[in-house]
C-alpha cells in the first residue's frame, strides 16, 4: 500500500512539474534571429561609429588596430548584459516581446550571469555548434542557455 501511494504522489508531482512548464511559450528560433539583428543595429551599429570615427578618427584606424574590435565587442556586452539584468530583454528582445528569463524561477538573471550568456554566445556562435539546438529541443534551448540556466520566452499580455 506505501508503495502505491509513493507512485501516486510521484505522478501528481509530475504532472504539476508539466503544468508548470507548459506556463512559457518559447521563443522561436526566427523570432530570435529577428531580435539579434535589430540589436546588432540598435546597440553595436552605434557604438561602433563612435569608436571608428570619434575616437579613432576613421576607418583605416579601425582595421589597423587589435583592440578597437574588442573593445567593441566588450562595450556591446556589457550593455546587453545590463539591459538583461535589469529588465530581461534588450531593444531588439522588446521588439519582439522576447524576455530571458531564469528557466526554473521565472525571473530575471543577474548581471554576472547576463555576461556569462554573453560570452558563452559568442563562444557558441563561433563555433556554430549550439546554434542550431533550438531546432531539435522542445524548449527551443541554443547552447548558451542550456549551460547558464536560461530560458527565452514570449512574453504573455494577461488581464
Known sequence: YN???RFRNMKKQSKKQTKEKEKYIYARFSERVKSFITDMFMIYAPILYIITYLILGGKEE???SQMAPLAAVGLYGLIYSFLVSKFGQTPGKKAYELKVVDDKTGLEIS???AACR???FLITATT???LFLP???KDKK???DLVCNTLVVKIKLED
Open 142 to 144: 541554443a547552447l548558451h
Open 135 to 137: 531546432f531539435y529541443r
Open 62 to 64: 579601425f582595421q589597423n
Open 128 to 130: 556554430l555548434l549550439g
Open 118 to 120: 554573453f560570452i558563452m
Open 3 to 5: 508503495y502505491i501511494m
Open 111 to 113: 548581471f554576472f550571469r
